[in-house]
């Protein structure tokens, strides 16, 4: 239910089974909103939906939807206790509003039960969603308002100070200056000739122009706007007027023609004028970025320093920079090349003592792996457990007694603590020793093992300078988000999150661009994020991947502006885009075949071995390489040694034989695109 000057368009739902959706666009003068409402019944035995096949649907859902470029509004009874921060789906939920740039606003408890089952969500750059508040009870759900700004914000105002200069009377100024001082009564020293001058002139200045102010708004440039458009616009007008005197069909029908040839002229005109600005800026990224921020009026204001006055900005950046150096300087004189070690003052009274039940079924469960440490194998160990269990029990109880940890059994762990502190102070005095600077309180310890053994290293540090750096749950390097267990989630979170992002922007202004130029920012703003670094992503679970594959399938929606119930499959062979999973194989093969022929890292060429078999037969002229075992499908199957001759190895081998390096890319990809469409040539 709505006012009747606000105009309402329903779409079709999307097709999920394990929740219900209403999409509307409300439409008033200049401002668009789309809301979406869901509704996502509990999972019961009746339905048998799961929490996971809701995530699946609704993660391709929200990437259809969020791609649009209105204001987006997302409501509904989602079925999850969002008051409990902890939960895991309530984690996984918030992570997905996060990827896909929005952000949800209710924080009080919309159920009888005290729990926050009904949201909503919108994006934080459209700031519409504002005065978010839970009412009376109107069922077991309260009713969830909020405030929708859909105004059109006025044209901002500027003051423009000019001078009537074309209006001087040039004969009656020349008749003041001769007749001023500087003829009369010029000055005598330099100083003061220079200051006459300019008070004279100025003073003439303001007699004959003077200064005017003028109040204006500030309106969006329109550079397309071209002479065939105004000729449009005023044939469009003015056959409008001849209707609504004459109320005639046949003026009406004239009209509607003329207001539709005004609209065509208009997105022709734009997507020329794009075209050839794109084009002219393609080849140069960081030109590119910027004529499309100006194409989208989204360039920020310079964030300067506050100031009384503007004269004095300058001398504020050079005293702030000043001062910095000096600092710098200061702190290169200082540092100590030798890290002092750092004391833990923290006591425990007693430990609860262990039993040899308690001991013998930590053994049985653990893994069957053995370390250079061990006295002897874990395999052996278990095998002669019953008698080395009251051992071991006694050894451990004796450790919890005195609260001393065996220095043998730890000693590898602070060997390796202490080697990454001495390389750190190794490194600091070199680059005290060439004027650099060590960041000692920007730096970020990062420690990588399997979540099995996350428990014992999440309180690591090392002492770096005087500060002691805790571990981190991720660090950034060189545009990749690597995570303490090197699953890759956060990384794929933070690509996905961007490229839907500047696939919103694309997709504003889509329809005043061709195929060719639109598919040009594609590549530029999204493909870009999705190929960078993607060697990394190998052998991640089918998970990850398809939410970069949804990246990519709404991409190719966008170029060739389909719908969101249409088959991707012919799209992307239309656009000859090879999926997320096989762009990731291209790079593995690319880096391979650089790697046997030299033209590779040396650290890439080492983990290269080719095949050599022990005695003649036919795969000796294959050019296979050696596939390494492994022990874990986590770390191991996806370690570059492995993959890359596994997937060298399946390659035809007229293709594993091609010896130039352009060749090699074009059969590549010609074979991987047959692969990944079933496609064959004849």
Known sequence: MHKDYIRCARHYAFKAKTFESIIADFTMGNSCLKIVVIYRPPPSSINKFTKSMFFKEFEEFLGSVVTTGMNLMVSGDFNFHCDQSNDADVVKLVKLWDTMGLQQHVSEPT??????????????????????????????????????????????KTEIVYRKTRSIDHQALTRDIEMSALYLAPALTLEESVAQYNRILSDLLDKYAPLKVLYTRLRPKAPWYSEDIITAKKLCRKAERRWRRTKLMVDRIAFQQLRQEWNQAIVHAKSVYYKALI??????????????????????????????RADELPDIFQDYFSTKIQTIQASLGGIQDEIEACHLTSHLDTFELVTEKEVLDTINKSPTKSASMDPIPTWLLKMHLNELVPVITRIINMSLVNGIFPES?????????????????????????????????????LVITSPHYQN??????????????????????????????????????????????????????????????????????VTSRLDCGNAVLAGLPNRLLSRLQSVQNNAARV??????????????????????????????????????HGRAPGY?????????????????????????????????GRSFSRLAPRLWNSLPLDLRKCAKLESFKRQLKTHLFQSAFEVFTI
């Open 409 to 445: 059994m730890k000693s590898d762990r602070d060997e390796a603590k202490r080697s990454i502190e001495r390389c750190i102070g190794d490194l600091r005095s070199w680059m005290n020793a060439n004027f650099l600077k060590l960041n000692d309180d920007k730096t970020e310890l």
């Open 559 to 596: 170029v060739l502006q389909m719908k969101k119930s249409d088959h991707i499959t012919p799209a992307l062979q239309r656009l000859h885009w090879l999926p997320v999973k096989h762009r990731i194989n291209y790079k593995i093969l690319l880096l391979t075949w650089k790697s046997l």
């Open 604 to 636: 890439l060429c080492d983990l290269i071995v080719p095949y050599i078999p022990g005695r003649c037969h036919r795969s000796q002229h294959a050019d296979r390489l050696v596939e390494p075992r492994f022990n874990s499908n986590s770390y191991g």
């Open 279 to 308: 084009s002219e800026t393609s080849n140069n990224p960081k030109q590119l970025f910027k004529t499309v921020e100006n194409l989208l009026h989204q360039k920020g204001k310079a964030k300067l320093p506050t100031s009384p």
């Open 111 to 156: 159920h009888v039960s005290g729990h926050t089952l009904d949201l909503i969500a919108s994006r934080p750059t459209d700031n519409i969603v504002t005065d978010v508040s839970v009412s009376t009870f109107l069922s077991d759900h309260a009713a969830v308002l909020c405030s929708v700004d859909l105004c059109k914000p006025p044209l901002p």
């Open 456 to 525: 014992q290293v999440r309180n690591s540090s090392i002492l770096v300078g005087s500060d002691v750096v805790e571990s981190s749950a991720k660090a950034r390097n060189l545009g990749i988000v690597l995570d303490s267990t090197l699953n890759m989630e956060e990384h794929v979170s933070v690509v996905c999150k961007s490229a839907y992002y500047h696939l919103r922007n694309i997709n504003a202004i889509r329809k005043s661009l061709d195929i060719g130029t639109a598919e040009t920012l594609i590549h530029a703003f």
